[in-house]
Structures are given as C-alpha cells and as structure tokens.
C-alpha cells in the first residue's frame, strides 16, 4: 500500500534520504538487508511538505529562523517554542491523515496484532549522517497507544525539528534556515527487557579493533540521555574477548506502561548492581556490531534491544566524529575528580553547576558546564562550553555523541561532579584522559600551533577539498585545504529546493531554482576567494529524481539507474534540458556577481559528441571556456580513459570518479553487499589503477590538469601515495582527511626529489 506519502521499510533503501529520512533510510536499508530490525513504515517528507504547504505556515517559520539570536537563549526558546506551537496547533490535512491511518492498520495486519503499540521516531533528512549525527535533536515517542495519539505523536515529532536543541544545533553545525524536510518512521514498538547502544569503534580512544557496548535494564531511554550510567563492556574485535568491563550500580529502569508511554520502576535489590548482558548476549551484539561496520564501510553508532532472549536493532547511523589523536599535555597532574573520558581535548574555564534546564542562561562562553547528564534541551549551552562533565552517563549517552560533534572536552559518569565542583572555581577538564584538574592549568602544547606547523607545508599536488553542504564552509575555513576540487549541488537541490526542477518550471517557480542554487554556490565561493570552486552539475539518478516533488511525472523506472539516464546524456535530451540550463543560469548569475573562481565539471561522461553538446548550452548562457572559467569532466566511465586524448581537446581537466570507474571496470555493483565483503570492489585494484595511470599520463600530454574526487584518496592512503607519485595535480578529499592527506603528499613529494613526475597544475 506504499504511495508518495506511506513507505514501508521493504521499500526504502539507505539512497532515499530525500523522503525518508536519516533514520529511515538507514532502517529500511537493514531491514530489506535481513538484519533484526522491527516492522515499521515511513510518513515521508512530501506528507509533511503538504502539512506545511494546507497551513501555510512555511514563511512564518523561516523568518522567525532568520530572527533569531542564536547566543540568547531566552530569545531561541520563545522564538521555536512559537514555531512548535504553530505546528502542534495546525490540523493534519485530511488526506494525509488517513494515509497515516491506513499505513497503522497495514502495520497491524503485517504483524497479526490489532492496536498495536509503537515507537513513533523523527527522521529529518540532515539526520544520521556522517557529517552530523543530530544525536536525541529529534522527538522519539515510545509506546505509542491508539490512533488518536498517533496523528498526536505525528505532530509533535514534526514539531520537534524546531526544538531550541535542534535550531542551535543546525545553527552551529551550519545548516541555515530553511525548513528541513523531515520523515516520521512508525516502527512495532520493542518491550525491552534490557537494551542499549553501540560503537564500532572505541568512540573516545578511537580504536578500531575494539567495540565498545553500553546496556541497561528496560528501555534504552535512560541511557541514549545520559540519565543513568549503563554497563560498559569494551570488547576486541579479533579474539571477541571483553578486555574491559565497567558495571554500574542501576536504581531504576524505564518500562512500556500499559495506557501507553513509559513509566518509571525501582529496580529489587539483587538486580542494581548485577551484571546486564551475559556472554551470549555479547558474542551476538558484537557479531551485529562487525556485520553493520562491514556493510557500511565505515564505524557505527547503533541502539539494540532484547525482548524474549532476540536482540533487535532500532538504529544506526555513521559516527560522525572519529576522535584525533590527542599531542596536547597538562603541565600539572593532581586531578580532583575523574571519570570517563568520552570527548578528547582539554579545556579550561569557570565552574558553572546546572541542575534545572532553566537555568541554562547562566552559562556563557568559555565556562565549564557541570550537570548531572544533558539532555537534547542543553544544546545551546553545550555549544558555548568549554568543558562538559556530567556525573551520569557513558560513552554513547547524549553528552559524549554532541560533545564530539561540537569539539567540546567532555567527561562523564563522574557521579559526584555537581557535588564536588562549585559555581565560580576554576577548573580545567581533560577529556582524554577524563580528569578534572583545579585551575585553568598551562598546556604545553596546543591545538594551534600544531595546525600553524601543517598550514605551512607547502606541496606541488594541490590538496583540494569534497563539499556537499554549503554553510559547512564556516566550520571548515580553518582546514588547509587548496580549493574546493568537489562541490555536489544534489544537497542543495534536494534540500533547499525539494522539488523536480521540471515540475518547477511547469508551474512557473525557475526563479526560486536559480536563486537558491545560486545562492549556496556563492556562499562557499566568496569565503574562500580565490581558490577555485569546482561545482559538478547534479547528477541525481531516474530514481532520486522520482523522489523530488513532481518527480513521478517526469522519470521512467529504469531497471538499472545507475548506468541509466544519468549526467550529460540528461542535459543534452529534449526532456531535461530546460531544467538543466537552470543550473547554467546559477552558475553564471554567480560569476557574474563576482564569483570568477567558480567553474564547472560534467558528471559521467561517455562520448565526446554529448560533450559537444553540452558545452554549446553553456556557450549560448554566456559560459564560454577561458577567462578564469574552466570546464572539467569526470572520469568515471571507462571510454574516457581509452579517448582520453580526444576528451582532452574538449575540456581543461579531468577528476577522476573512483567509485563508478572502479564499477565499470570491475564490473561490480557498487552497492552490491556480497561482492564488496569478498573483496571485490577495490579501487586499489590493479585494473583501476592502470587505468588511473593511463588517464594522467594522457591530460598531462595535451597539457591538461588532472584531478581525483572520489572516496578512494579518503580511505586508502596508499593510494593517495601512488596517485601523487603518478604525477596526479591535484587529490579532493573529504573534510576530515584534508590535514592527514596534506602530510602524506608533502611526505611523498619529499621522498621523491628530483624523481618527482611532472605536472600540469594550470589551476
């Protein structure tokens, strides 16, 4: 019974963001994968853009966005609380009202259980990602009861984008103001006996030959908090023995109440200071934990429950920080308090003790905040801290997952912190080692000066950047990148835009197209003029366009959109090409505002005649090669490689796209789950990197530059260090690797001398 508004999970894969949500897309990916995870269906992001669109309230909520001054915090929580009250208050259109109903029942029916109770879970679609995990920004309602409380739970978790955590914390981690599309995933609800979270990964050391298991009894909701420290078991990923063990003292747990909700027990005597999980239940979680590493590829944070002696998983999402390693050192080591270390760094300023959420305000920039646990509403003043230290709490609670994201040192499960520390004292709070030090005491070495040593490391192959979000720009400004060799408008298009750009034109919007592609494009192009901007023209494929609004009716299912309509064959078409000299125009709207370091690359590219093609369209909008404007192709498709020489007399550089050139050449299926754990898509494979070799040796013969965006060079420094010693101009990186790829080239660049191979590098 799917439709553009109801998604059930055996119809949602980790690619459908756009109306499903982080939460969603990532449950709907295990579930069609076999993984343990409870039925659910998806209200997608079009039932919410209707809600907004039938109570007209879209406007009013951006400009209260606009208005506010993120750094008061009683002028943020009226301004959202409005907000929430606004949507709280608007009626459901009908339409979507009984779509919602319908998927409940179906719901019923699949699991044979009438009145049924469930978890009713935000899924914004800035959630769950790798660049920012939103951890407990949005609303989970647990224990769902009725169909009267559902549409409730609905609203409330619609509201929830809103909340004064979630405004400041898409303010500080550079979202802007637009309405964030946001998903509502309706799952079976678990009756936990005990539950938890996990990492793949040591989330404070960062060992990844460790999995770190957090588990209580009951629901899990007390531990994702940070209202109760949880069993802590550190597991080796080799020999599966725990080599670490921490068992908390548990007063209380959290249980599904039978008139719904969750309700509040003592736990009897012999159960507070038992052990949770027994070795069973570990072999099997860190069994779970390994599988969903090596299906993603990259570590996880997952939450788990037990009901009936079967563990199921509720969520995962990538960790979004890995923690650095730490070089900066205390010249003083008497600690007054200590306990876990769940943020690396150190950080020094004044105590301030807070154990009501309303006195959140007392808290300014540079202070210490002190708390028994935080909660998503601390937010705005975690932002502004110096240093956290909790007395409840583990590694995976609220507290530790935001202080990483936001940098910030933290220490929790102290147990005594609110006790010990007072409002005024100095102290300094060392998250590395989870100590809490009287004084603002020296560091030896800091953070800066490391970074000033980088910053000077000047290398031939310029080390260029990966960008998808625009307002990230701020946070990264300080990253010693050469550019930006990567700038994917998709983000753009499907968040600030949200609609098929066909449909748009249908209905007589171009202009809101252009300005809001134009606008983000410039945004990063003015902060860092004049390194370049290379932006690559969208390359959504037939199914992701379906999913924008207005989609259905101008995409074909395509048995294979992969290799389908896609890239330059989409511009080039009667079809699509109005929609595509949109992008033209933003492009040029932006240079012409003065934004002459932006150029341009065509994505999958298969025959020069298309390439002709294309490049007259942007001839005819005023964007003819020369004059600082440079257009690159991508090198994803294996025909660029054998007609390189011939592609070469039609562009000014090439980037290679290791991902699909690695599919293409291989023959594999990207997504293809049972090839990659056999090891077979590799782009370290010879066949690929002969090709690579072939490709530089080709641009740099007709004098052309030649550049790498794929994720290869972000994972695999070998071959960073075998692209640069192949003469590669330039590597484009993802954010965190930027640093690390810089040494590496200087490294290798040194080590190559006079043998160093030649370059074009005209950019």
Excluded at 489 to 517: D, K
Excluded at 528 to 555: A, C, Q, W
Aim: hydrophobic share 35%; aromatic share 8%; glycine share 8%.
């Amino acid at each position: 019974m799917n439709s553009s508004y109801i998604k059930f999970l055996d119809d949602i894969t980790k690619h459908d963001v756009p109306f499903a949500g982080g939460k969603g897309a990532n449950l709907g990916e295990m579930y069609r994968k076999g993984l343990p995870v409870p039925p659910a269906f998806v209200l997608t992001t079009k039932a919410y853009e209707e809600f907004l669109d039938k109570n007209k309230i879209t406007s009013e909520i951006e400009r209260r966005l606009r208005g506010i001054n993120f750094e008061n915090v009683e002028e943020l929580e009226k301004n959202v609380s409005e907000i929430q009250q606004l949507i709280i208050s608007s009626r459901i259109p009908a339409n979507v009202r009984e779509e919602i109903l319908r998927g409940y029942r179906e719901l019923c029916v699949r699991t044979g259980k009438n009145n049924l109770p469930v978890a009713v879970r935000s899924s914004a679609t800035m959630e769950d990602l790798r660049e920012a995990s939103f951890a407990g920004q949005q609303l989970t309602i647990l224990n769902v009861r009725g169909e009267r409380e559902l549409l409730s739970a609905v609203k409330r978790c619609w509201a929830s984008v809103y909340t004064p955590r979630a405004t400041a914390y898409r303010y500080r981690k550079g979202f802007g103001y637009k309405p964030i599309p946001t998903a509502v995933v309706v799952q079976k609800q678990i009756m936990s006996e005990k539950s938890g979270v996990g990492f793949t990964l040591h989330p404070t050391t960062g060992d990844r030959e460790k999995v770190v298991i957090e588990a209580g009894f009951g629901q899990g909701e007390y531990i994702v908090s940070g209202s109760s420290t949880p069993d802590t078991y550190v597991i080796d990923k080799k020999t599966g023995k725990v080599v670490e063990k921490r068992i908390s003292n548990k007063s209380y747990m959290l249980v599904a109440s039978p008139e719904g909700g969750l309700k509040k027990v003592k736990l009897p005597n012999n159960y507070r200071s038992r052990q949770v999980l027994d070795e069973k239940e570990l072999g099997e979680l860190l069994k779970l934990a390994l599988s969903l590493e090596r299906y993603y590829n990259y570590p996880q944070d997952f939450e788990w429950a037990i009901q009936d002696g079967r563990i199921y998983l509720v969520q995962t999402r990538a960790v979004t920080v890995l923690p650095k390693e730490q070089k900066v050192t205390l010249e003083k080591d008497t600690p007054i308090l200590s306990g876990l270390g769940a943020s690396p760094g150190i950080g020094s300023g004044t105590v301030k003790v807070v154990l009501d959420v309303e006195k959140l305000s007392k808290v300014q920039k540079g202070d210490v905040l002190v708390t028994r646990m935080t909660t998503p509403d601390f937010v705005p003043a975690m932002i502004k801290a110096a240093g956290i230290v909790t007395d409840e709490g583990g590694m995976t609670s609220h507290a530790a997952i935001v202080s990483r994201e936001l940098g910030v040192p933290c220490i929790v499960g102290t147990k005594e912190a609110t006790s010990l520390l007072k409002d005024g004292e100095k102290v300094t709070v060392d998250g590395s080692r989870g100590l809490v030090f009287r004084g603002e005491l020296k560091i030896r070495e800091k953070k800066e000066e490391i970074e000033e040593s980088v910053l000077k490391l000047k290398t031939k192959t310029k080390v260029y950047m990966n960008l998808g979000v625009p307002e990230k720009i701020y946070e990264y400004e300080r990253i010693p990148f050469d550019g930006i060799g990567l700038m994917r408008v998709e983000f753009i298009i499907a968040s600030y835009v949200g609609e098929h750009p066909l449909h748009l034109i249908e209905t007589g919007r171009e202009r809101m197209f252009i300005e809001r592609l134009a606008e983000g494009i410039s945004l990063v192009a003015k902060k860092i003029h004049p390194r370049p901007v290379v932006v690559r023209f969208s390359d959504f494929k037939t199914n992701e366009y379906r999913e924008l609004e207005g989609g259905e009716k101008f995409e074909e299912i395509e048995a294979n959109p992969m290799i389908g309509w896609r890239g330059v064959s989409r511009y080039i078409s009667e079809e699509y090409r109005k929609a595509f000299e949109l992008e033209v125009k933003a492009i040029k709207k932006v240079r012409d505002e003065g934004c002459d370091n932006v150029w341009v690359m065509l994505p999958f590219v298969r025959t020069t005649w298309e390439v002709e093609k294309c490049l007259k369209i942007l001839e005819e909008h005023g964007l003819e090669r020369g004059n600082n404007f440079k257009v690159w192709i991508m090198a994803e498709v294996p025909s660029v490689v054998f007609l390189a020489e011939e592609f070469a007399e039609l562009c000014d550089g090439f980037s290679i796209g290791s991902n699909d050139l690695t599919q293409l050449i291989l023959g594999i299926d990207r997504d293809s789950t049972r090839l990659a754990n056999l090891g077979y898509f590799d782009e370290r494979d010879e066949a690929v990197k002969r090709a690579v070799k072939r490709l530089i040796d080709a641009a740099h013969s007709r004098g052309k530059t030649i550049s790498i965006c794929g994720q290869a060079p972000s994972v695999y420094p070998e071959l960073t260090e075998f692209l640069v010693r192949s003469g590669i101009d330039s590597v484009s990186v993802n954010p965190d690797t930027v640093v690390k790829t810089r040494k590496l080239v200087y490294e290798v660049e040194n080590s190559l001398g006079k043998k160093s191979p030649g370059h074009y590098n005209s950019n």
